[in-house]
Nanobody, 121 residues
Framework: QVQLVESGGGLVQPGGSLRLSCAAS????????MDWYRQAPGKQRELVAT???????NYADSVKGRFTISRDNAQYTVNLQMNSLKPEDTAAYYC???????????????WGQGTQVTVSS
């Protein structure tokens, strides 16, 4: 069973920084795209950032210039560096990975359990 485990959330003041990490279990053949999503109370889950296996990145307009997504294919990890945080960044953050468990098998999406980020003074 593939598991994704996030860490790094917490409480930070506006203008501060946090670094989220997501580690996947090692029973994986290949990880494709890795994403960070977030969901604020009463709102739909939204895509924050995506990184392909080759390292191509894409960001939501609301976080461009402030957040940076990165990955380590050898360690099966994806990170999200969040700078200049704003109160509107407050949400539960989730990582998602497209995974091929074995050669010739189907690609499947897996989600982490989420980590809370609260930006408040």
């Amino acid at each position: 069973q593939v598991q994704l485990v996030e860490s790094g959330g917490g409480l930070v003041q506006p203008g501060g920084s946090l670094r989220l990490s997501c580690a996947a279990s090692r029973s994986i053949y290949i990880i494709g795209n890795m994403d960070w999503y977030r969901q604020a109370p009463g709102k739909q889950r939204e895509l924050v950032a995506t990184i392909t296996r080759a390292g191509t990145t894409n960001y939501a307009d609301s976080v461009k210039g402030r957040f940076t997504i990165s990955r380590d294919n050898a360690q099966y990890t994806v990170n999200l560096q969040m700078n200049s945080l704003k109160p509107e960044d407050t949400a539960a953050y989730y990582c998602k990975a497209a995974v091929l468990v074995s050669p010739g098998g189907p690609w499947r999406d897996y989600w982490g359990q989420g980590t809370q980020v609260t930006v408040s003074s």
